[in-house]
Each structure stands twice: as structure tokens, then as C-alpha cells.
Nanobody
Framework: QVQLQESGPGLVKPSQTLSLTCTVS??????????WSWIRQPPGKGLEWIGY???????YYSPSLKSRTSISRDTSKNQFPLQLRSVTPEDTAVYYC?????????WGQGTQVTVSS
């Protein structure tokens, strides 16, 4: 059973870079056909998919966030970090990492990130 855990600062200042890490256990991020996603939920709003990194290392981002987003991976640690640049208060949200497959999904518990000076 795959388990995911988000970690990182809970407070980021405007214009800075938000950096979070997702640590995966119970499965490898290089398992063929798996994709590993970041999703967020702003207060009072629905879920917003940010992007994913595939087992091959290729990435795909939401068009609305593409210019500010980078998802990478550290296969030695079985982690896939997220970076979101030039943040504003509108980037305040609970951030989740997840594996989303047609017949299976697993989510981290989520981590609150607040953008404020």
C-alpha cells in the first residue's frame, strides 16, 4: 500500500518560492506507468490540480500554473519535490501529493501553506 507524506514550510512570504517535498513509501516513484501529482485546495474552493511527474521523469503542468511550477524527483530518497515561484496570497492553500491511477489512488494528509508577509 502506497503512502505519501508532504513536508515543508507552512508560511511563505509574497514573491518568494514555495517548496514542498512528498516522500513516498510502500512503492517506488519509478514504477512503470505511475504518475505522481501535486494538488491544492484554497480556502473555500475546490481542488486544483497543479501537475505531475511520471515514472520516466517527464512532467506535465496545469497551463494556469506552468510558468511558475517545477516538479522534480530524487529517486534515491523516493521523493518528488514541488516548487512554486513568485507566490502571492492567492497561492494560500492546503497542498496534497497523490498517486492517481484509473483503479487506485492514494493521497498524503495535506499540508497548509499560507502566503503572507
Amino acid at each position: 500500500q502506497v503512502q505519501l507524506q508532504e513536508s515543508g514550510p507552512g508560511l511563505v512570504k509574497p514573491s518568494q518560492t514555495l517548496s514542498l517535498t512528498c516522500t513516498v513509501s510502500g512503492g517506488s516513484i519509478t514504477t512503470i506507468h505511475y504518475t505522481w501529482s501535486w494538488i491544492r485546495q484554497p480556502p473555500g474552493k475546490g481542488l486544483e490540480w497543479i501537475g505531475y511527474i511520471a515514472y520516466s521523469g517527464s512532467t506535465y503542468y496545469s497551463p494556469s500554473l506552468k510558468s511558475r511550477t517545477s516538479i522534480s524527483r530524487d529517486t534515491s530518497k523516493n521523493q518528488f519535490p514541488l516548487q512554486l515561484r513568485s507566490v502571492t496570497p492567492e497561492d494560500t492553500a492546503v497542498y496534497y501529493c497523490a498517486i492517481l491511477l484509473p483503479a487506485y489512488d492514494a493521497w498524503g494528509q495535506g499540508t497548509q501553506v499560507t502566503v503572507s508577509s
